[in-house]
């Protein structure tokens, strides 16, 4: 069974800073692997969607990147802001589930 | 505003009550997720509805039953729930099944 994993499970960044994230996978056979945030109260966002024969998506200060091979993606956000403040998801889609990882709290400090 | 609408957005129940949620997405999506949000514990995923035939089902205990009316409608029945069950129940659309995914803002649910 897939296993997704989210590490640190909180952050906490001065305002401006480039930070992170990292979420790993233990099953290589995916379809695609997506990054989302939530914010308190909220459901979750879709940041981006990285499909398995790509290497990277890009949307404004987020880039998101995927080895398969590893089993390991990651979300660069630049010059962290405070409304960046959020828990960030990821997600593996293979066979018809869609695996999640616990998240990573992050707090960008004004 | 992110296309779709859940009602309500909080519910108290006792164990034996009947009480159905409601999911509405108005994106022209052809699929349909619940999920369950616990704290501490990774998304759930419950049920998932491809035009609108259900193509997942993961060992949901049947006091939860879901219904897809049509392509744009989803609800979760549920009746004679446990203590357990109290969680933030998301409800999600997607073009295709597997797709970039829109969500609901939940409902919380808690069984007294």
């Known amino acids: 069974k897939q296993e997704v994993t989210q590490i640190p499970a909180a952050l906490s960044v001065p305002e401006g800073e480039n930070l992170v994230l990292n979420c790993s996978f233990t099953?290589?056979?995916?379809?695609?692997l997506q990054w989302f945030r939530q914010d308190p109260g909220k459901g979750l966002t879709s940041l981006l969607l990285i499909q398995s024969s790509q290497r990277e998506q890009t949307s404004g200060r987020l880039n998101a990147s995927l080895d398969k091979s590893s089993g390991r993606s990651t979300l660069y956000i630049a010059a962290s802001q405070p409304g960046d403040s959020a828990t960030y998801l990821c997600?593996?889609?293979?066979?018809?589930?869609?695996?999640f990882g616990t998240g990573t709290s992050l707090t960008v400090i004004p | 505003e992110t296309g779709v609408t859940q009602t309500p957005r909080h519910l108290v129940m006792g164990m034996t009550n009947k009480k159905s949620l409601k999911c509405e997405q108005h994106?022209?999506?052809?699929?349909m997720y619940w999920y369950k949000q616990s704290a501490k514990k990774p998304l759930e995923l419950m049920f998932v509805y491809s035009l609108e035939e259900r193509v997942e089902n993961n060992s949901v205990p049947s006091r939860f039953s879901p219904e897809c009316p049509n392509s744009s409608h989803l609800f979760l029945h549920l009746h004679t729930l446990q203590p357990e069950d109290s969680a933030l129940y998301l409800c999600?659309?997607?073009?295709?099944?597997?797709?970039?995914?829109?969500f609901g803002d939940g409902t919380r649910l808690s069984i007294l």
């Open positions: 099953d290589s056979a995916i379809y695609n």
């Open positions: 999600a659309s997607s073009q295709v099944a597997g797709g970039r995914q829109h």
């Open positions: 994106l022209g999506h052809n699929a």
């Open positions: 997600a593996a889609y293979g066979g018809n589930q869609f695996y």
